[in-house]
């Protein structure tokens, strides 16, 4: 990161409107061939991408408590939106129409195609896609090549000048560029975080005082940059990390410190309560996000001619609030499922209570779904969407999961309940649009100070005699 920041700025990216035409890249080669003409001046850099987890799709997991230092990602985990990328991975999955319903996982991935290889080569690195995080108005597609294999290309990649343009407007990643795919992932506009809308692209304080234009106009980078490509952050529900040494939170020194507030009660309250619990006091609030996903029951769009699970949205989502110390357990692969008290499975559990003195309390999206799950080894199933978005035969793509994912033929699976705790962090409000204190300390308040380990509200204890007080 460092050194890119170098380059962009000693070749005047953020030069004044006399040069407001020039591009950073613009002297530094004529044409672009692809990611052979990045590595001519960039091998150190793409050899650190290489080895990041927005390549690998893997990282270490210390957070993961159940990881045993095992190197954890979403080619290895499954979750319950698209469930696993292996069996998903690219290729034109049409509707009897012949319209194009899905081109794979890989579109989210920032690779021209082939699959992410432990062992770093010449070939690997020139699958790097830098441009589309890097350059301002790339767009790409996918192309079947001679042999029958895919390839994510540049749509200009026969316009050799429309090519050589684009390719040379490089700069630090911009929140459009992150956007593509974050605000994209799990089927939809803002269907899987809930936090993470199209909107931020540009939009005002008043929806998000660190992303707006009027407000600190903050690009993602801003935060989460790190060195060697290593983004820092890492949300609840994100099985590895590429900093774990180096966590990424808003009482940080360098943003807004332990003690924000003014107010001493509110800094008091700082010490169990996480800033977004108060600053964030909806979610999804332009695009609806995916509060249910039931992969049990096929739903069929008529208009666009393709099949998906049932599922429920919500908008405005006021958060569900749960302890959380920074480590969370996962259901993996591989291993049995651990059911809840409700019988449900547990894909994403925050850990700590509040008697942890490394808890918070956080606001989440509680996603619930239904998934396979593998009969005798009680193994959770994931599931070949992409043919499934086709033909609707979910009994098909759950049994050729399950021999791609644990080498079961014709396997025998049923359907459980499923829940996933993922942290909500953006869409900050403004500070007169926080939460005040009867939003929690009222009759029918927010918080539910059962489920958090309380007999009651806290606050009654102060304002109670003790014998009064359970």
């Given at each position: 990161?460092?050194?890119i920041?170098?380059?962009?700025?000693?070749?005047?990216?953020?030069?004044?409107?006399?040069?407001?035409?020039?591009?950073?890249?613009?002297?530094?080669?004529?044409?672009?061939?692809?990611?052979?003409?990045?590595?001519?001046?960039?091998?150190?850099?793409?050899?650190?991408?290489?080895?990041?987890?927005?390549?690998?799709w893997?990282?270490?997991?210390?957070?993961?408590?159940?990881?045993?230092?095992?190197?954890?990602?979403?080619?290895?985990?499954?979750?319950?939106?698209?469930?696993?990328?292996?069996?998903?991975?690219?290729?034109?999955?049409?509707?009897?129409?012949?319209?194009v319903?899905?081109?794979?996982?890989?579109?989210c991935?920032?690779?021209?195609?082939?699959?992410?290889?432990?062992?770093?080569?010449?070939?690997?690195?020139?699958?790097?896609?830098c441009?589309?995080?890097?350059?301002?108005?790339?767009q790409?597609?996918?192309?079947?090549?001679?042999?029958?294999?895919?390839?994510?290309?540049?749509v200009?990649?026969?316009?050799?000048?429309?090519?050589?343009?684009?390719?040379?407007?490089?700069?630090?990643?911009?929140?459009?560029?992150?956007?593509?795919?974050h605000?994209?992932?799990?089927?939809?506009?803002?269907?899987?975080?809930?936090?993470?809308?199209?909107?931020?692209?540009?939009?005002?304080?008043?929806?998000d005082?660190?992303?707006?234009?009027?407000?600190?106009?903050?690009?993602?980078?801003?935060?989460?940059?790190?060195?060697?490509?290593?983004?820092?952050?890492r949300?609840?529900?994100?099985?590895?990390?590429?900093?774990?040494?180096k966590?990424?939170?808003?009482?940080?020194a360098?943003?807004?410190?332990?003690?924000?507030?003014?107010?001493?009660?509110?800094?008091?309250?700082?010490?169990?309560?996480?800033?977004?619990?108060c600053?964030?006091?909806?979610?999804?609030?332009?695009?609806?996000?995916?509060?249910?996903?039931?992969?049990?029951?096929?739903?069929?769009?008529?208009?666009?001619?393709?099949?998906?699970?049932?599922?429920?949205?919500?908008?405005?989502?006021?958060?569900?609030y749960?302890?959380?110390?920074?480590?969370?357990?996962?259901?993996?692969?591989?291993?049995?499922?651990?059911?809840?008290?409700?019988?449900?499975?547990?894909?994403m559990?925050?850990?700590?209570?509040?008697?942890?003195?490394?808890?918070?309390?956080?606001?989440?999206?509680?996603?619930?779904?239904?998934?396979?799950?593998?009969?005798?080894?009680?193994?959770?199933?994931?599931?070949?969407?992409?043919?499934?978005?086709?033909?609707?035969?979910?009994?098909?793509?759950?049994?050729?999961?399950?021999?791609?994912?644990?080498?079961?033929?014709?396997?025998?699976?049923?359907?459980?309940?499923?829940?996933?705790?993922m942290?909500?962090?953006?869409?900050?409000?403004?500070?007169?649009?926080?939460?005040?204190?009867?939003?929690?300390?009222?009759?029918?308040g927010?918080?539910?100070?059962?489920?958090?380990?309380y007999?009651?509200?806290?606050?009654?204890?102060?304002?109670?005699?003790?014998?009064?007080?359970?």
């Amino acid at each position: 990161m460092r050194t890119i920041t170098a380059v962009v700025a000693s070749v005047g990216l953020l030069a004044g409107a006399a040069h407001a035409k020039e591009y950073s890249h613009q002297k530094y080669f004529e044409h672009y061939e692809g990611t052979k003409t990045c590595l001519k001046c960039h091998e150190k850099e793409a050899t650190t991408f290489f080895h990041s987890q927005h390549y690998q799709w893997l990282g270490q997991a210390p957070q993961i408590v159940n990881s045993h230092g095992e190197k954890l990602g979403k080619l290895n985990t499954i979750n319950d939106f698209c469930t696993n990328p292996q069996s998903n991975w690219i290729g034109l999955v049409r509707n009897s129409r012949g319209e194009v319903l899905t081109k794979g996982c890989s579109q989210c991935h920032a690779g021209l195609g082939a699959l992410p290889q432990a062992k770093i080569s010449q070939a690997q690195l020139e699958n790097i896609d830098c441009l589309i995080c890097h350059a301002s108005g790339y767009q790409r597609d996918l192309y079947q090549n001679p042999d029958g294999s895919w390839s994510w290309k540049p749509v200009l990649w026969k316009n050799q000048e429309g090519m050589d343009s684009v390719s040379k407007r490089i700069g630090l990643p911009t929140r459009t560029n992150c956007l593509r795919c974050h605000a994209g992932s799990g089927g939809g506009p803002n269907f899987k975080r809930g936090d993470l809308e199209y909107a931020l692209a540009d939009t005002d304080k008043a929806f998000d005082v660190h992303m707006g234009s009027d407000g600190a106009n903050l690009q993602c980078t801003d935060c989460h940059a790190g060195e060697d490509h290593r983004v820092r952050g890492r949300g609840s529900d994100l099985s590895g990390t590429d900093d774990p040494a180096k966590p990424l939170s808003c009482d940080d020194a360098n943003c807004h410190g332990a003690a924000p507030h003014k107010a001493e009660v509110l800094n008091f309250h700082a010490q169990r309560v996480y800033c977004t619990t108060c600053h964030v006091p909806v979610f999804a609030k332009q695009d609806a996000t995916d509060m249910v996903r039931d992969w049990s029951k096929p739903s069929y769009n008529a208009e666009l001619d393709k099949w998906s699970a049932t599922i429920t949205m919500g908008k405005d989502v006021v958060p569900v609030y749960a302890w959380y110390n920074g480590t969370t357990w996962e259901q993996l692969p591989g291993q049995p499922v651990k059911r809840l008290a409700g019988g449900a499975v547990g894909m994403m559990m925050p850990q700590g209570d509040r008697n942890d003195p490394k808890a918070r309390i956080f606001p989440f999206k509680l996603h619930r779904a239904k998934m396979p799950v593998l009969d005798g080894k009680n193994f959770i199933i994931p599931i070949v969407v992409e043919e499934f978005f086709a033909n609707g035969n979910i009994d098909e793509a759950v049994k050729h999961a399950a021999l791609d994912t644990y080498g079961v033929k014709d396997a025998h699976y049923t359907w459980t309940d499923t829940e996933r705790y993922m942290g909500i962090f953006h869409e900050v409000t403004p500070a007169a649009k926080a939460l005040a204190c009867l939003d929690c300390h009222a009759p029918g308040g927010r918080l539910d100070w059962k489920a958090l380990g309380y007999a009651g509200d806290p606050i009654l204890a102060h304002l109670q005699p003790a014998h009064t007080v359970k």
